[in-house]
C-alpha cells in the first residue's frame, strides 16, 4: 500500500540541509513524498517531484504576516493542499514547524511525527512561551524522532513521553563518497579543513585558536568554508573568526573560501587532510542537539575527525576509536589531539576504517529510508 507524507518545512532547503534532501529523495516506493513550505530556494539542487509552495498567493503572503493571523492562515493554505493528495500522515521538520501545523493535523484527522534536529531543542531554554507550546505539541505527536540518545533525553525533560521518542539518524549518499584514506607524510603542509555556519555552537574560534597553539611547530594549510547570514549573532560570531585569524597570526596560512555548493565541498574535503569540527553549547543555549552530519561525511570519505564530546557527536561517530575528542571550548585539547594526529601520522589507518565502516553500517541513507518508512508504517498501524 502507498504511504502519502506531507513533509512539512517552512523552507525547502537551505544548502545547509542537503541531508534532508536525501532522505525525502531515498525512499522506498511504497511511500510517496510531497514536501510542502512557505518558500523555496536552491531549487536547481533540490527539486522534489511533489512540492507544493503554499504562500505563492500576494494575498495569502500578506495576511500570514500579520501578527495573530500568521499560525491560522499558514494551515488553512496546508490544508487547502494537502486535499489534492491526501496524506495519510504529516511530517514536520523542526519543532517549531511541529507547532505551527498542529492545527493542521487536527483538522486532517492524521498522525504527526515530528523530527527535531538542534536550534529547535534549546528554543525552549531562550523562550519560555515555547515550553508551554512543546507542551500542546507532545501531547498530540505521534512520534518523535530524534538522531541520539543525547537528544532524546532533553526531549523528554522538555515534557515528551519516553514511549513517543524513536532514535532516527539521518543518512548519507554513501555511494557518492568514495573512501580514500588520508595519509600525510609530514613533508607537505598539513591541510585542516573546517566546515560550517558562522554561529557560535560551531566552536570555530577554538578551532582557529588551537591551529594558532600548534603552527609554530607544523607547517599548516587551513581551509575554512562557511559564512555568516544577516542575523546579529552570526555577524558577530563572524567578527570573532575574523579576530582569531588575526591574533593568530594565520592570515597568510588561511583560505577563507565563503559558503560553496556541496559538491565543491567535498571536492576540497578530498584534498585535505584533517577535519577540525569543535561544536559548543552557544550561551544561548542553542546546540547540535543531537550529531554532526559533517562530520560523519567526512569520516565517510577517509578523513581524520577532531571534534569535542559536545551532545550526541561521539555517538554519532562511534566513539573514541573512531575520532578524536576534546572537551568543549578547550584549544588547549583540541592542539594535543590535534598534535597527535601529527605525531602518530603514519598510523591513521586503523582508525579510518572504523569510522568508515561504521557510517556504511549506521548512516546509510537507503537503509534509513527504508527505517523510516517503519516508523511511518508503525505509526499508521500498518503491518511491518
Known sequence: MTIRVAHIKSNWLPLSENWLYWLVTRMPDEVEDHVMSEKTCNLDRFSVKHLHVILNNPGLRLLAGVRGLRRAIRCYAYAHIAQRFSPHLIHSHFGFTGWQTLPLARQLRVPHVISFYGI????????????????????????ILCQGPHMIERIIALGARREQMRLFRLG??????????RTWTGVEPLRVLIAARFVEKKGIPY?????????????????????????????????????????????????????????????????????????????????????????????????????????????????????????????????????????????????????????????????QGEELAQIYREVLGFPI
Open 207 to 367: 578551532a582557529l585558536e588551537a591551529l594558532t597553539r600548534i603552527a609554530s611547530r607544523v607547517s599548516l594549510e587551513i581551509h575554512l568554508v562557511g559564512d555568516a547570514d544577516d542575523s546579529v549573532g552570526s555577524q558577530a560570531e563572524k567578527l570573532r573568526i575574523t579576530d582569531a585569524i588575526e591574533r593568530g597570526g594565520l592570515a597568510d596560512r588561511i583560505f577563507c573560501h565563503g559558503m560553496m555548493p556541496y559538491e565543491s565541498l567535498i571536492e576540497l574535503a578530498y584534498r585535505c587532510h584533517v577535519f577540525l569540527s569543535p561544536s559548543v553549547h552557544a550561551v544561548d543555549g542553542d546546540s547540535e542537539g543531537g550529531g554532526l552530519m559533517a562530520a560523519n561525511e567526512m569520516a565517510a570519505t577517509g578523513m581524520p575527525i577532531v571534534t569535542t564530546t559536545h551532545c550526541d557527536i561521539p555517538y554519532y561517530l562511534g566513539g573514541e576509536e573512531n575520532a578524536l575528542f576534546a572537551p568543549e571550548r578547550d584549544s588547549h585539547a583540541l592542539a594535543d589531539r590535534l598534535f597527535t594526529l601529527v605525531e602518530n601520522r603514519g598510523d591513521w589507518r586503523p582508525m579510518l576504517d572504523r569510522a568508515r565502516k561504521h557510517v556504511e553500517q549506521s548512516y546509510n541513507v537507503v537503509k
Open 120 to 143: 529547535d531543542v534549546s528554543v525552549p531554554e531562550r523562550e519560555k512561551t515555547w515550553r508551554n507550546r512543546y507542551h500542546e505539541l507532545f501531547d498530540q505527536a505521534a512520534a
Open 172 to 181: 548519507i549518499e554513501i555511494d557518492h563518497l568514495p573512501y580514500r584514506p
